[in-house]
Nanobody, 123 residues
Framework: VQLQASGGGLVQAGGSLRLSCAGS????????MGWFRQAPGKEREFLAAISPSGATDYADAAKDRFTISRDNARKMVYLQMNSLRPEDTAVYYC??????????????????WGQGTEVTVSS
């Protein structure tokens, strides 16, 4: 599967952004999908995952402010981000994996990565 993330940009603190990820391939609807981010000088951080049927899993950093969703017919995954903070500044990556959702969400390990989209939150 190939992944193309978009929707990043510059936003003021307290604002919102919706990231999109376009997937390709016949098996998209059967893949578990997710989002990670990497801030400057920091390790990549898991944010959220969604199963083929729509079950979700969130990291503490994303709970209450971020929402992951998917549209299997359009082969799209989204990350709605609200109440953004300067510490949310990072490159955001869309990810996918064919293994069971329970496995990838517990391990937070995904096989396929998109190229990333940059989000900058100004104070």
């Amino acid at each position: 599967v190939q992944l193309q993330a978009s929707g990043g940009g510059l936003v003021q603190a307290g604002g919102s952004l919706r990231l999109s990820c376009a997937g390709s391939g016949h098996s998209f609807r059967s893949y578990s999908m997710g989002w990670f981010r990497q801030a400057p000088g920091k390790e990549r951080e898991f944010l959220a995952a969604i199963s083929p049927s729509g079950a979700t899993d969130y990291a503490d950093a994303a709970k209450d402010r971020f929402t992951i969703s998917r549209d299997n017919a359009r082969k799209m995954v989204y990350l709605q981000m609200n109440s953004l903070r300067p510490e949310d500044t990072a490159v955001y990556y869309c990810v996918a994996d064919p293994r069971a959702f329970m496995v990838v969400s517990s391990l937070r390990d995904f096989s396929f990565w998109g190229q990333g989209t940059e989000v900058t939150v100004s104070s």
